[in-house]
């Protein structure tokens, strides 16, 4: 019988790592002064950014119900960082656009991952960092940016 404890399966270890740059991000973003975005707004904001997505885009890209991601979205709409204007293709639907305050949160995200990356590389090692990088980007070729356009 498989230890559950001290043989996890590869979600937990894909867990961890990424709740250790979520508690960061949000630490970095609210360091740069952006204290009215919580740890559950990084879901709308997630790669390659909500900009030109849909709400219900978004909602599935997150995994999270439209209600819960309209929600996220209108905070975000009301603080400034992300405006909601009419779809060109159909005029009944919505779609997001970052403000220059919501593409400087995106920088100020952006560059606290790059800082953990570097930090991860230091640990492994360059080379093993890269090889880390590319079998998780081969993983999620199927899954990636791309489906949630």
Do not use: C
């Not at 904001?45 to 709400?55: A, E, I, K, N, S």
């Not at 970052?98 to 100020?108: E, F, N, P, S, V």
Request: hydrophobic fraction near 40%; aromatic fraction near 6%; proline fraction near 6%.
């Amino acid at each position: 019988m498989r230890d559950y404890i001290a043989d996890p399966l590869i979600g937990p270890l894909l867990r961890i790592p990424l709740q250790e740059i979520r508690a960061r991000m949000h630490a970095g973003v609210v360091a740069a002064g952006y204290d009215d975005v919580g740890p559950a707004h990084f879901n709308i904001l997630q790669h390659p950014t909500p900009d030109g997505l849909r709400p219900s885009q978004l909602a599935a890209r997150a995994q999270m119900t439209k209600q819960a991601a309209n929600r996220l979205i209108r905070h975000l709409e009301t603080r400034g960082y992300l405006a909601l204007e009419a779809d060109s293709r159909d005029h009944r639907a919505r779609i997001v656009r970052l403000t220059d305050r919501g593409w400087a949160l995106i920088g100020t995200i952006r560059a606290v991952v790059e800082d953990v990356e570097a930090e991860w590389s230091g640990r492994l090692g360059q080379r093993r960092f890269e090889t880390l990088r590319a079998l998780l980007t081969e993983l999620g070729e199927p899954y990636g940016p791309s489906r949630a356009r």
